[in-house]
């Protein structure tokens, strides 16, 4: 199993739709939420995405085209 930590923004067509939870029922991931600020118009989370390396692959370049922006993401994390 691999871990890995993404920044996912969101802009205001995808702020109220289930990105996260799609993300893992499609693909074999577990979703970890550490930090996140959504408002009404925009929003960015702090992801911890586990699972095997080739379904964090294909998750992340899957949410890539669905949300703004994914980057990886260091600190920032509540321990």
């Given at each position: 199993m691999a871990r890995r930590?993404?920044?996912?923004?969101?802009?205001?067509?995808l702020v109220k739709e289930p990105v996260i939870y799609q993300?893992?029922?499609?693909?074999e991931i577990v979703t970890n939420i550490r930090r996140a600020d959504v408002t009404r118009d925009q929003g960015w989370v702090l992801l911890e995405v586990t699972g095997?390396?080739?379904?964090?692959?294909?998750?992340?370049?899957?949410?890539?085209?669905?949300?703004?922006s994914?980057?990886?993401a260091e600190g920032d994390f509540v321990g």
């Open positions: 930590r993404l920044k996912l923004i969101f802009g205001p067509d993300l893992g029922r499609k693909f095997e390396p080739e379904e964090l692959d294909r998750g992340s370049s899957t949410s890539s085209r669905a949300v703004v994914v980057e990886p």
